[in-house]
């Protein structure tokens, strides 16, 4: 753990990475990503976010291993999992980026407790994931692949712009 957030290298193998990859890029069309204001669904706002997303509900081996491994975490903190969402396949390209959000408000997602992130790639530049922790002091995220992020979904967080390359 780093910072109030749970880290778990190798996760997955780079070839899982690669084959979650591959199945998202051929079966998703993906699509601008909105940014949620309000409780209302607002067009892409350039100026908060700018990538591509699909969403997928079953990823075979990743939902089990997954929610074994949050099963895991939670109950050390005293936390029952419920359930996963579908997985937010996330294409951010060259001057792309997420600025500063959380996932999870007193009015949006408020049940939401964990956000995950799951590096599938690392043939970028830029691209950094930061979290803010409960103290407000930033931690950047190392960009190696299958590397599994646990953190609250109220922390802060933000992708930096993609310079070159794709981060998936």
């Not at 070839?15 to 051929?26: H, P």
């Not at 936390?79 to 500063?100: I, P, R």
């Not at 803010?132 to 712009?161: A, D, M, Q």
Request: aromatic share 12%.
């Amino acid at each position: 753990m780093i910072g109030n957030i749970d880290v778990f290298e190798d996760f997955l193998s780079p070839e899982e990475c690669d084959f979650i990859l591959n199945k998202c890029k051929e079966e998703l069309t993906l699509s601008d990503a909105k940014v949620y204001v309000n409780n209302s669904n607002t067009s892409s706002n350039k100026t908060t976010r700018k990538s591509s997303i699909g969403w997928i509900s079953d990823l075979g081996f990743l939902n089990e291993r997954l929610t074994n491994k949050l099963k895991e975490t939670f109950a050390i903190n005293g936390m029952e999992v419920t359930g996963l969402g579908d997985y937010q396949f996330t294409e951010y390209k060259e001057s792309e980026y997420f600025d500063w959000h959380t996932d999870s408000t007193d009015t949006i997602y408020r049940d939401r407790f964990a956000s995950i992130v799951i590096q599938l790639n690392n043939k970028y530049t830029g691209g950094i994931l930061e979290i803010k922790n409960l103290k407000g002091e930033l931690v950047p995220i190392e960009n190696k692949i299958g590397t599994l992020y646990i953190f609250n979904s109220r922390l802060l967080h933000r992708v930096t712009p993609i310079i070159t390359g794709a981060r998936y």
